[in-house]
């Protein structure tokens, strides 16, 4: 009896105690965010796995509003995020609304160009977090200076998988590449990796997008037949490199080539920001709470978009007070850093928006390895050894 | 590779002798004992401090990671995370005693100096729980920022301590009434908590801030934020975890994670002294009972250094089970 009544208490004191330091605080400063993410009317994916949840992204958006609310309880400091689905015909109607309502941190997910334009629409008014797209340009000659980059660049990402293949000395790629605009960049992100990495590229092959669905009953049956025709005769090569941004058909290489050959890139052995198999470095109690709060695994948009709330509720945390030049230039400083279960700190480079971070090399179930390795050094810091450095930047902030 | 087996075959030796010597004067205390949790491993790793030879291995756990024992060094006790549960040792049986209640996935947790309650940091539910070890009893659960970790206990156990890792804060909790009473800000994924033994001086180290933040305990402000610098070394590897305080309050001990080091820091200057190479993702740390020694747990190495705190010179590494995370050294009776 005694145990039961002074456990009873202890709680009642502990719900108090959850109470008090937001009561203390004189008063309560509130931080406004938005998400919002363009969803484009295209073809499905080939894995009916890889069907996008409905609150893709927005779930990440709950959780670090949730994470920031709960440090935000200790510091007198609340956090409201709203979060917007438009198509590319709404998006700037919307953003707009946005805007014109005050809210200064606004989260993107949508390809390079409207986030560009996005990033032109808000001006001095707000700051734009890109978390969703990877396009390098954006990073390059159509930055932005009130335009950050949580997602990776393609730049980074390939930079990722060649330091592993390198080190694996597996030197010789055969890349094929997609035909839509993306895939191309992507593909040319690739050869650059190449040649930073001194990797060779045997033989570059364009796979065609002709359309038509991407599933089909039975499908498999035709793309057994065509996928070991459309690889054969490559010359002699240790890997295949696939640069599918739009999804296409690099999810049918692995087991359909000519040679018996591993693929990497676009399928098989896969660069990626995030993984829900990732535990390393607490990132066990990440998958648990955005599991918890979801019901389904995260994937890389949730984690970029958590990380960009992530970036403004670090940014309170330190400034406080809440007056957006102040929290806008401590992000940029180099007080600023992040903890976002990589391992290390990430900071933004100063040169072109971009967060620097280790890129997961994911193989189906399990993260295979993470990137930067070991052995590749770097004079100011490793992370910087993946994407574009200050010296090769295209960008003029 | 020969002077490490040189070294690795005499030096146990000499401290055998010692230790002998020692036992001959002091009576019936023999060698000491070492317990180190390995979280991948699954396993607790029992070693003779003398002979630094394992001794026994203790299985049937989950993911082992926090460690410690009772003040009398009769009782271990291991946050067996993946069993949400903390499981209890006879120290000197190795015999399993009734689990005590921990709340889910229990990482670190320290207990109070009189040997009773238990505070545990739960990671995925943003609380701290006090259990009664005698009677098994939940007394209370404290909700702190998100993904508490670190645990400290002032000496005179009065405040206990918890760090949350992305909440970036020292929570001090009241141990009567379980209530927070202060929060203090911190650099990045504070990892750990430590008092001096004055009880004037509250170390936290930030893993990802790469900083120890020195918190002055009578106005719960940071007074100084030591920093790291190693050679050779990039400074994001230099990611402080564990961290010890000798008992006559002179010398602060850090573990560096993936630097490899532990960094001596004198805690009247408050500056770094020494940087001691030691095995791989230096994680945690332990002296030995009578504080000549100190032990750290190298996860990707698979071993523990002995650190003779004397000199401040790394004698020898000890393979033990895989990816040592925790250790906590007692008398044996």
Known sequence: MINLSRAASGLLLSVAALAAPAAMAEETTDYRVAVIRVVAPGPMPISRLDLPPDDLGFAGAGLGTADNATTGGFLGQSFSTETVLATPETVEAEMQKLLDAGIPYIVTLADAATTVRLADMAGDQALVINAGSTDDALRGKDCRANLLHVAPSDAMLTDALAQYLVWKRWNSWFLIEGSHKEDQALGAAYRRAAEKFGATIVETRVYEDTGGARRSDSGHVQVQRQMPVFTQSAPAHDILVAADHSGVFAAWLPYHTWDASPVAGSAGLMPESWSPAHEAWGATQFQSRFEKLAGRPARDEDYQVWMALRVIGEAATRTKGGDFDVMRAFILSDKFDLAAFKGQKLTFRDWDGQLRQPVLLVAGNVVASVSPQEEFLHQVSQLDTLGVDRGETECNR | ?333
């Open chain 2, 1 to 333: 590779m020969r002077r490490s087996v040189t070294r690795s075959v005499t030096q146990p030796v000499m401290r055998l002798a010692l230790a002998c010597s020692a036992a001959l004067l002091a009576g019936p205390a023999l060698a000491d004992k070492i317990f180190v949790s390995n979280e991948k491993g699954n396993t607790v790793t029992v070693l003779d401090s003398a002979s630094l030879e394992v001794i026994h291995t203790i299985t049937g756990m989950q993911r082992p990671r926090g460690i410690t024992a009772s003040p009398d060094g009769k009782h271990i006790y291991v946050c067996a995370s993946d069993d949400n549960l903390v499981r209890v040792y006879d120290s000197a049986t190795y015999e399993e005693l009734p689990s005590l209640p921990s709340g889910p996935d229990p990482e670190l947790f320290v207990l109070h100096p009189s040997g009773n309650p238990l505070f545990i940091a739960n990671e995925d539910d943003n609380i701290v729980t006090v259990v009664d070890v005698v009677t098994r009893q939940v007394l209370a659960e404290v909700p702190v920022g998100v993904e508490p970790e670190g645990m400290g206990v002032s000496p005179d156990g009065k405040i206990v301590v918890n760090t949350s890792e992305t909440t970036n804060m020292a929570h001090m909790i009241d141990t009567t009434s379980y209530e927070i009473v202060a929060n203090v800000l911190v650099d990045s994924r504070p990892r750990f908590a430590e008092y001096t033994p004055d009880g004037k001086i509250l170390f936290v180290t930030a893993e990802i801030g790469g900083t120890v933040s020195v918190i002055d305990t009578a106005t719960n402000e940071i007074t100084k934020t030591i920093k790291f610098d190693v050679a050779g070394i990039l400074p994001e590897a230099l990611q402080p975890v564990g961290l010890r305080v000798t008992a006559d309050g002179a010398k602060a001990y850090v573990a560096l994670g993936p630097a490899n080091r532990v960094a001596v820091v004198d805690v009247a200057s408050l500056e770094v002294t020494n940087y001691l190479l030691v095995g791989q993702r230096v994680w945690q740390l332990a002296f030995s009972p009578d504080g000549k020694f100190l032990y750290t747990t190298n996860g990707n190495s698979n071993d523990i250094s002995v650190i003779d705190t004397a000199t401040d010179e790394v004698t020898v590494s000890v393979p033990v089970g895989e990816q040592p995370w925790g250790v906590v050294a007692v008398k044996t009776e």
